[in-house]
């Protein structure tokens, strides 16, 4: 294990055992945090995990991620109970947490229909009716028309709390005066959001809950709740495993993953494979659709030349500008591309494109929309990658340091580069060998023969593994 992972994880165990008691409806609460926002604002903490002093200063050393997942095994397993009987005639029900479900409109439409599905929201809008209607033409249901006051049992349970940091004083997080805050915070949510799902579920007729993620406290304190009355949950993937932070522990009954990847690594973190099905994700299903605009005409109104080579350049916001800038000084020694920059989460145009010539903005147009119609994709260590080379692109990406990362495009070899010269070299020679224009091909077909395998539409295994999963 990183010296950043060991003390991460043993951090996450010691406020995890330090809590435990830390209860409401008999659920331990801190198993339901979401726990990096507890020390956000801790920068002196952040700094310290990647140092070796750190674990001197905690209760525990993890010493690898199976005994760390375990915990939350056990724990899952203490509410899980498969005796009780669900209602008939259940639906299934979508909580896209985060805004991470990605389900777009068509499959959903395709896929899920009003007298077999609904939707779960948190919170109302100004302006919605008792209950309204979606896009998808599915029934919204939200989680805090099921609340109840129980100010009384949170400040009980808040004072507890402080008792335990009052006895902690020298510990590295507890100490902190914005832990406190944070954790207050957490625990009235999740004690309103335990009681928004109790009431929820004994009252609407849900057969399964498909989550974005359960990664925070809003999607995994549902699960939870769902294990008690026997409700099968599955959790997709919303990304590719980059940061492995992203995707422990896990809670849900079934991860609904892109590829063998994800299941080799759940297991090596102790998850049986019956936890961990290959459906991939029903967004990628529409990636092989034809672009909804015509190549020259892109042309024109991005102000590509019309006669060079593009790129597709994936960056967000501002981070690893050093890098791009740097990338985007070897491209223009090259001098025979367009490079079409498109930035996440934001569509205007980035600040590449007002110090490059060559260098356009994507505007508002959709990822899938372009990709057709480049030749070569550049990215971070991103999901887009993956997209990309299923539209059948020739990928490069950059490698930018990081702690946790999880090695996933491993397997594409010296396409991946932690040198924006030695990437652009790469992307050069792509254009000017057939010989590596073959290899980078058969490196990219091998890659997704383990990471995404074809067969069945996403949204089709998902709707099979959904039946398979409440037959019973």
């Not at 008939?88 to 068509?106: D, H, I, Q, S």
């Not at 007729?205 to 498909?210: N, T, W």
């Not at 999607?219 to 709740?225: E, G, H, I, M, N």
């Not at 967004?283 to 024109?300: A, G, H, V, Y």
Request: charged share 25%; aromatic share 12%.
């Amino acid at each position: 294990m990183e010296t950043f992972e060991r003390n991460f994880w043993s951090l996450y165990l010691d406020f995890i055992e330090v809590f435990q008691e830390v209860k409401y409806k008999g659920i331990s609460i801190p198993y339901l945090c979401h726990f990096r926002s507890l020390f956000s604002n801790n920068d002196e903490l952040k700094k310290s995990l990647s140092t070796e002093e750190m674990i001197h200063r905690l209760f525990h050393v993890v010493k690898d991620k199976r005994s760390f997942q375990q915990q939350f095994t056990d724990f899952k397993a203490l509410h899980t109970n498969k005796n009780v009987k669900r209602k008939a005639n259940g639906k299934v029900a979508l909580y896209n947490a985060a805004n991470l479900l990605r389900f777009p409109t068509e499959i959903t439409k395709k896929h899920f229909k009003p007298e077999n599905a609904f939707v779960i929201r948190d919170i109302r809008g100004k302006k919605t009716t008792a209950n309204p209607v979606t896009a998808e033409g599915l029934t919204a249901h939200y989680l805090i028309d099921y609340d109840e006051s129980i100010d009384h049992h949170v400040t009980a349970i808040q004072k507890q709390a402080a008792a335990i940091i009052a006895k902690h004083k020298d510990h590295p997080l507890f100490n902190h005066p914005t832990f406190k805050m944070a954790f207050n915070n957490q625990i009235d949510r999740i004690a309103h959001r335990i009681v928004e799902s109790y009431n929820m579920i004994k009252k609407l007729p849900i057969s399964c809950i498909v989550f974005s993620s359960t990664h925070y406290y809003q999607s995994r304190t549902l699960c939870v709740v769902a294990a008690k009355y026997n409700i099968p949950t599955i959790c997709m993937q919303h990304g590719i495993v980059g940061s492995e932070n992203g995707y422990m522990p896990k809670i849900a009954d079934v991860d609904a993953v892109y590829g063998q990847f994800e299941v080799d690594w759940f297991q090596k973190i102790g998850i049986s494979s019956e936890a961990v099905k290959v459906v991939g994700h029903p967004r990628f299903d529409l990636i092989s659709k034809n672009s909804t605009i015509p190549k020259q005409e892109l042309s024109e109104k991005l102000g590509l030349a019309p006669k060079k080579k593009t790129i597709l350049l994936i960056v967000r916001g501002n981070a690893y500008m050093k890098y791009w800038r740097k990338l985007m000084d070897e491209f223009e020694k090259f001098g025979s591309y367009n490079v079409i920059i498109k930035d996440f989460p934001v569509r205007t145009p980035h600040p590449l494109t007002e110090n490059y010539a060559f260098a356009f903005s994507s505007q508002s147009y959709h990822l899938y929309t372009i990709l057709p119609h480049v030749d070569v994709v550049v990215a971070y260590l991103s999901t887009v990658g993956l997209e990309a080379m299923l539209a059948g692109k020739p990928v490069f990406l950059m490698s930018t340091p990081a702690p946790t990362y999880s090695g996933y495009y491993d397997r594409l070899g010296q396409m991946v580069q932690d040198d924006p010269q030695g990437l652009a070299n790469l992307v050069h020679r792509y254009f000017n060998s057939e010989k590596f224009r073959a290899k980078v091909s058969s490196k990219r077909k091998k890659f997704l023969a383990y990471a995404y395998p074809n067969g069945r539409t996403s949204g089709q295994k998902l709707l099979d593994l959904i039946g398979e999963m409440t037959k019973s």
